[in-house]
């Protein structure tokens, strides 16, 4: 019996250890890093002037995603706080800096997943107009979870913005987050002022920056030619078939820069670019799964024209409770670009298809490789259809590649 004690000591100590280790929150596709190959983290919303020439400042607002931060139990639900520290630099030398902290609750743990936003907005007070370099970080407080970047202002050139929203109001048809159709669209209704300092011409532009990889597409543009103190009305708009596929975020610009006093849209545009062939071939291969690959092939072949006849018929022919929907399907393209696209497009990732084809596991296993550090295996278990698909990352970089499959 004394024999035995050692052992049941490690035993309990192993235990100890691993109920200390264990993640509050476990997040499907969540890896070292920060978010899902650690491409969904913070990101920088808006720099803006505050004050003006004689007490110059800048707001600094960011948005965090749920998704990013590290939820711990906290009375009947979880709760993450996230803390941005700002500090402006002039030749090596801090000129003005602010630090703020705003939490994130949820009831249940799966709430966690989204890419819902908790922002943070610090202001920087400065001493003068002249250019400074602001160094941002986000941190997740008692995580060592870390965001940085550095982003060059000049105070002068935001204090000197030529038309000043007075009113903004943003409109989709139908109502809400998504455009589905082709002919949905979008309206950003603006009453401007121009300044006293304003130029001859101004450009507006309606921009829309991807989620997925950052690229930026003007939709619509404007020229305007205001007198100074004289007051403006301009409607910016763009149909769905204009926008990009996928999760994007609308802005105005005036001259090539944001347009301050206006917020953002986040927008989803799921109408499928019919005419352009690379974009249609690419939604032909996720239908894997729904059709089978001579059906692909066919699909593949079409001319533009026969494009949307045939994807109607394709989601029309199959049982009215069969899941995917084709709404349903569209939407795990853009959670695929957004979870998985560290490397190139999420969606055309491993893990991406069948994400896509599947939709969310049952539950999720991420842990480390002793043998081969610093690689990594993500492992999905699709329970209710008795098999788990094992990813492997071979540089812990969060570049994932389907390993296998085994019954489960």
Known sequence: MNRRLPLLFLCALWLIAAAVAAPAVTRPGSGPGGGPGGEHVPRLQAVTAAG??????????????????????????????????????????????????????????????????????????????????????????????????????????????ALVPLAAAWRTVPPGAVLAAAGDSVVLRLVLVAAGHAPRRTLLELAAVAAADGETLVVDRATLRPAPGETVAVVLGAAAADLPFGEHEL?????????????????????????????????????????????????????????????????????????????????????????????GRGAASDRGRVFIRLGEPDRIEDYADERSYPARWEIWYYERLGVAYRFYDAFGMGDYRLYDTVPI
Do not use: M, N
């Open 52 to 161: 003006d020439s004689s007490a110059p400042a800048l707001r600094v607002a960011v948005s965090v995603p749920y998704r990013w931060l590290v939820f711990r139990r906290d009375g009947d639900g979880y709760a993450a706080r996230a803390r941005l520290i700002v500090e402006a630099v002039r030749d090596g030398r801090p000129v003005g800096g602010d630090v703020v902290e705003a939490t994130a609750r949820v009831d249940r743990a799966a709430a966690a997943w989204t890419s819902r936003p908790l922002d943070l907005t610090a202001r920087v007070a400065l001493p003068d107009t002249a250019a400074v370099t602001l160094r941002l970080t986000v941190e997740g407080v008692g995580t060592r979870r870390r965001w940085r970047r550095e982003v060059a202002v000049r105070p002068a050139r935001l204090l000197r913005q």
């Open 251 to 343: 802005l105005p610009r005036a001259d090539g820069r944001p347009l301050a006093g206006v917020a953002r849209l986040d927008l989803f545009d799921l109408a499928i670019p019919w005419d352009d062939d690379r974009a249609w071939a690419r939604h032909v291969s996720w239908l894997e799964g729904i059709v089978d690959k001579a059906a692909r092939d066919s699909l593949r072949r079409l001319p533009p024209a026969a494009r949307p006849t045939a994807w109607r018929r394709v989601w029309a022919s199959r049982p009215p409770d069969a899941h995917p929907t084709e709404r349903e399907h569209l939407l795990r393209i853009v959670e695929a670009d957004r979870r998985f696209g560290g490397f």
